[in-house]
């Protein structure tokens, strides 16, 4: 029996070596890794300027603390400024921790501002932000939260695309509305663009901030470095993760200079977060996701899901839906997909689960159309296998 708890249901399979958009298994078996860690290997498996940068820097210094200066930070945050809506940043180690930094942010802005009693953070029911106490109220999940009492509060959720409920939640002690700009793990639900809008006016009306979880659909993986560039609005907090990282562990808030103001020393802290190592490879990802880049991203997204949109016709008694947007992908069956991902995997390409019957469709966002041309071939394969 294994010595790690059960709380992982994980496949019987497992690699030693990856490179690209494949992975090796201890087997000797070849596989298209369409999960890239759930989007967090950004550029593939063992890139070779990640791979330089993090031998380069761990030969000089992993780890100091947040006491002092730290030079690479200071370089990424610079460049995470210079390329979004943000006027400053706070380094994190994971995803749960940004967004519980983004709640602290919020809360602490009006705290600065003589209105403590704004605190309440409004959510959508069933989504994701984390896995940490704090983080599973916020998602307002029966499942996660369940046997993890007592209830964190300062959470109120409303469902998916009820706006009338959503508005009813806005009172006095609301401090910030917070959602992902797509909802990966519930199952690639992208906001649409006028409702970002509307809520950008919205909070602005009410005088909240606006937070949006780009955890999951950030760092180039939608086509543009953020997905909610597509509908022009500016957020006053995002948390970050996954691709910023390519596979390192890297977390990070950026907010407003307006909100910024209320973390003055002393209020939030890390021992790891930023440290040189993990810097010195978010550095070498960023320096990576141009203009050129994210060009590439989104013809070989359009290529991907024009194609599946063919497959979908092909076999509209499997596949109900194609959703997402860049290469955050999601293939809506209309039965359970638990099979159907088998299939995949026994035809050596990797997916991974989403809600609602949904297939995630993750490749690196340097993924050749060759590899893409493969993963259709694959998926037609099992449609067709299917369809009898
Ligand atoms: C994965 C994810 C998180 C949590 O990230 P961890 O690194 O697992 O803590 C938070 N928000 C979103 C949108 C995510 O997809």
Not at 28 to 33: F, R
Not at 102 to 115: C, D, T
Not at 239 to 261: E, N
Request: one cysteine or more; proline letters at 3%; hydrophobic letters at 40%.
């Amino acid at each position: 029996m294994s010595a790690l708890a059960q709380n992982y249901k994980r496949k019987d399979l497992s690699f030693s070596k990856g490179k690209g958009s494949y992975l090796i298994s201890s087997n000797g078996k070849k596989y298209l890794d369409f999960v890239q860690g759930i989007a967090v290997n950004s550029l593939g498996h063992a890139n070779k300027k990640l791979v330089n940068a993090i031998n380069k820097q761990s030969n000089n210094l992993w780890h100091v603390s947040n006491a002092f200066k730290i030079p690479e930070g200071e370089k990424l945050a610079r460049k995470l400024v210079k390329k979004t809506f943000a006027d400053s940043v706070i380094f994190q180690n994971s995803g749960a921790e940004a967004t519980e930094a983004a709640i602290k942010v919020a809360r602490r802005y009006f705290f600065s501002i003589g209105k403590p009693y704004k605190t309440r953070i409004i959510c959508i029911k069933n989504s994701f932000h984390g896995r940490t106490l704090a983080a599973i109220h916020a998602s307002g999940s029966k499942k996660m939260t369940e046997g993890f009492g007592p209830k964190i509060p300062g959470f109120d959720h409303f469902s998916f695309g009820d706006h009338k409920r959503l508005k009813s939640l806005i009172k006095r002690n609301t401090a910030a509305i917070m959602i992902e700009t797509i909802m990966g793990e519930g199952g690639i639900k992208v906001v649409p663009e006028f409702c970002l809008r509307e809520l950008r006016k919205l909070c602005d009306k009410k005088k909240i901030l606006l937070i949006l979880d780009e955890v999951q659909c950030g760092i180039g993986r939608t086509g543009k470095f953020f997905a909610f560039e597509y509908a022009r609005v500016k957020p006053d907090i995002v948390p970050i993760a996954k691709g910023i990282g390519g596979g390192f562990p890297i977390g990070a808030v950026l907010m407003t200079k307006k909100v910024a103001r209320g973390m003055i020393p002393g209020t939030h802290g890390s021992t790891f977060g930023g440290n040189p190592l993990a810097m010195a490879v978010g550095n070498a990802v960023i320096d990576q996701i141009n203009k050129k880049f994210l060009k590439n991203v989104n013809l070989m997204s359009n290529h991907f899901i024009s194609e599946l949109n063919k497959i979908k016709k092909k076999y509209p008694k499997i596949i109900e839906e194609v959703r997402g947007k860049g290469l955050l992908i999601g293939l809506k069956l209309h039965n359970d997909q638990t099979d159907f991902i088998k299939d995949l995997m026994k035809n050596k390409l990797l997916t991974i689960r989403a809600a609602e019957n949904v297939i995630r469709i993750l490749p690196p966002l340097n993924v050749k159309k060759t590899e893409i041309d493969l993963a259709l071939k694959i998926i037609n394969k099992v449609c067709k296998e299917k369809d009898k």
